[in-house]
């Protein structure tokens, strides 16, 4: 697939380069601490997992530990998070608009020398709009998007990540905040 003709020049080298750095079997470690506190309640949950990914596709994960205020996570909760993130529900999942798989869902425009905007109207968790930035090579270095569709009780959000080059030739993400 091609990015329309109105897209930015730059973005089919962009999306050629993610299919490049997103080749092979890699496996991965991801330690994730989710805090929320408002006025009323707090909550802090502590995830490690390991995974693999195939061709940027996740394909297996086995969590290592898991707690949610301090307590240990059932059998049954552990094995419905492995679940989850190897068949996210439709639209949970982000879809990168550098993605080649899904540059029919995003609409894009230069922004400045070396980032790109993307808006969709595709409404779901996994689309957005927002921007990213890329390097000399053409590999995306960043990106910060607002989610179409946002968690329960939330008013606003935005995730932003870093990602590099984290092995030879293979790019991922390094560190993603969200906001809500």
């Excluded at 996740?58 to 898991?66: E, G, Q, Y």
């Excluded at 989850?84 to 995003?106: C, I, M, Q």
Aim: glycine letters at 6%; aromatic letters at 10%.
């Amino acid at each position: 697939m091609t990015p329309c003709a109105d897209a930015p020049p730059a973005l089919a080298q962009v999306v050629q380069r993610y299919a490049e750095t997103n080749r092979g079997i890699v496996f991965f470690h991801l330690h994730r601490l989710f805090d929320v506190h408002d006025a009323v309640a707090a909550r802090h949950e502590d995830l490690a997992l390991n995974g693999v990914y195939n061709d940027g596709v996740l394909v297996r994960v086995h969590v290592t530990a898991d707690s949610i205020d301090g307590k240990p996570a059932s059998a049954a909760d552990i094995a419905g998070i492995e679940e989850s993130w190897v068949h996210p529900k439709p639209g949970d999942a982000f879809s990168p608009p550098f993605d080649e798989r899904n540059l029919d869902t995003y609409q894009y425009r230069a922004d400045g020398d070396a980032a790109i905007s993307f808006t969709t109207s595709v409404q779901e968790q996994g689309h957005g709009n927002g921007s990213f930035s890329y390097d000399a090579q053409n590999d995306v270095v960043s990106y910060t998007y607002q989610p179409n569709v946002l968690p329960p009780h939330a008013k606003w959000g935005r995730i932003t990540a870093q990602r590099a080059e984290v092995l030879p030739g293979y790019w991922a993400s390094t560190q993603e905040t969200q906001e809500y």
